[in-house]
C-alpha cells in the first residue's frame, strides 16, 4: 500500500506530527480464489454484499490489529489521537475493527470498500450508545468489482445507525487509488489529527 500511494502521488504520505503504520495482510486460503493462498485480511464466501460475512476469519484479525493499536497507547498515543482505514477489504477491516471494537478511536476511513448487508458492524451499532467515530469514504464510480452502489449502501446504513459520514464519489474511477481521493485523505486527516496546541504554541 505505501508504494502504491508513493506512485499515486509522486511521494510518500507524510505528515510532520503523525507517524503512519502499514500493517500488511497475512497469507491465508481465499475462498473466491479457489482456496488459493493470498495476502488478504479475512475470508469471504464469495464476492458479494449479499451473503455472510465470515467472521471467524474477521474477528482473529481484529485482535491482532488490536495488539497493534495496544502498543501505540502503551507508548503514550492517545486512542482518540488515532485513526484506522484502508483500502478495499482493508477498509473492511478498519470499519470492524473501530465500530465493533474501538468506538474511541479518532475517526475511519474506507476506500473502495464495502460492508455485507447484514454486517456484525450494524448490529453492533444498534446496541451502541455512545459517541462514533467519523467514517471518510471514498469510491470510484466505475469501480466493477466492488460496486459504487454498494458503497453507497454501506454509507447510508452506517449513517442510520448513528455515524458521521462523508462520502465522496470517484467519476471514472475503478478499484483504484487516485491522486484526488488521497489529497482529500489528506486534508480530512489533518482536520481529525491536528497539531497539539502546547506543540504549536511551544
Given at each position: 500500500m505505501r508504494t502504491w500511494i508513493k506512485q499515486v502521488l509522486n511521494q510518500d504520505l507524510t505528515f510532520q506530527h503523525i507517524k503512519i503504520i502499514y500493517p500488511t495482510a497475512p497469507p491465508r486460503p481465499y475462498t473466491p480464489m479457489r482456496g488459493?493462498?493470498?495476502?488478504?485480511w479475512f475470508d469471504r464466501f464469495k464476492i458479494s454484499n449479499d451473503c455472510p460475512e465470515h467472521l471467524e476469519s474477521i474477528n482473529v484479525m481484529c485482535k491482532v490489529l488490536t495488539d497493534l493499536i495496544d502498543d501505540e497507547v502503551k507508548n503514550g498515543i492517545m486512542k482518540n489521537r488515532i485513526l484506522v482505514g484502508g483500502f478495499s477489504m482493508g477498509g473492511c477491516m478498519a470499519m470492524h475493527?473501530?465500530?465493533?471494537n474501538h468506538q474511541d478511536v479518532a475517526g475511519v476511513f474506507a476506500l473502495s470498500s464495502f460492508l455485507?448487508?447484514?454486517?456484525?458492524?450494524?448490529?453492533?451499532?444498534?446496541?451502541?450508545?455512545?459517541a462514533l467515530p467519523e467514517l471518510f469514504q471514498c469510491?470510484?464510480?466505475?469501480?466493477?468489482?466492488v460496486p459504487h452502489s454498494w458503497g453507497e449502501e454501506t454509507n447510508?446504513?452506517?449513517?442510520?445507525?448513528?455515524?458521521?459520514?462523508?462520502?465522496?464519489?470517484?467519476?471514472?474511477?475503478?478499484h483504484e487509488l487516485s491522486r484526488a481521493e488521497l489529497e482529500r485523505l489528506k486534508l480530512w486527516?489533518?482536520?481529525?489529527?491536528?497539531e497539539e496546541m502546547e506543540k504549536q504554541n511551544a
Open positions: 488459493r493462498t493470498t495476502n488478504v475493527l473501530a465500530y465493533r455485507n448487508k447484514t454486517s456484525a458492524v450494524y448490529q453492533a451499532l444498534e446496541e451502541s450508545e455512545g469510491h470510484g464510480t466505475t469501480d466493477e468489482l447510508w446504513t452506517l449513517q442510520s445507525l448513528g455515524v458521521s459520514t462523508k462520502f465522496h464519489s470517484l467519476p471514472g474511477v475503478y486527516i489533518l482536520e481529525k489529527l491536528p
